[in-house]
């Protein structure tokens, strides 16, 4: 087996390495090995610590330049992504909802944290409309106030 096939080798195991940990750290190491595997094959990195140090600068590189920004795409991904099952349905309040503070509202067999959306308090027995989904807590307003 020659060097080639190693750095493509390493390359593959480092992509499969990303692809289970989503950290965007294995990826850049993959570049360094298939940018290694292209020039051991084309013989430019025609010794062992040639090709170890190409490895070493690629993927340092890569991953200085490159890592901020696709980091910074993911999260704004994600963002579009939130989850919005919940929007729209309705509750009822189980604890009060202060102004300012933390009530229960009882939702889908369960009760779950709720917030109010515009500052109000609500009553308990008052129904409620579920207006965005904040981690584990629902933010809710009246139906009156819904739009």
Sequence with gaps: MDST???????????IAEL???????????????????LSWTGLTPTVNSQLFCF???SVLSLL?????LLQFSRRKNK?????E???DKATVVQTIPSDGEGRVFYRGTEWI?????????????????????????????PETAE
């Excluded at 330049?65 to 920004?69: D, T, W």
């Excluded at 579009?80 to 919005?84: A, H, K």
Aim: glycine share 8%.
């Design 56 to 58: 070493s600068v690629v």
């Design 114 to 142: 709720a917030l109010t959306q515009k500052g109000h308090p609500i009553a308990m027995g008052s129904s409620v409309v579920i207006k965005q989904l904040d981690g584990i807590k629902l933010i809710v307003s009246e």
């Design 65 to 69: 330049a490159l890592r901020k920004p």
């Design 86 to 88: 919940y929007v729209g």
């Design 80 to 84: 579009s992504l939130e989850y919005s």
């Design 5 to 15: 096939q190693i750095w493509v080798i390493v390359g593959v195991a480092m992509l």
């Design 20 to 38: 289970l940990s989503v950290t965007f750290v294995f990826l850049f190491l993959s570049v360094g090995a298939f940018v290694t595997a292209i």
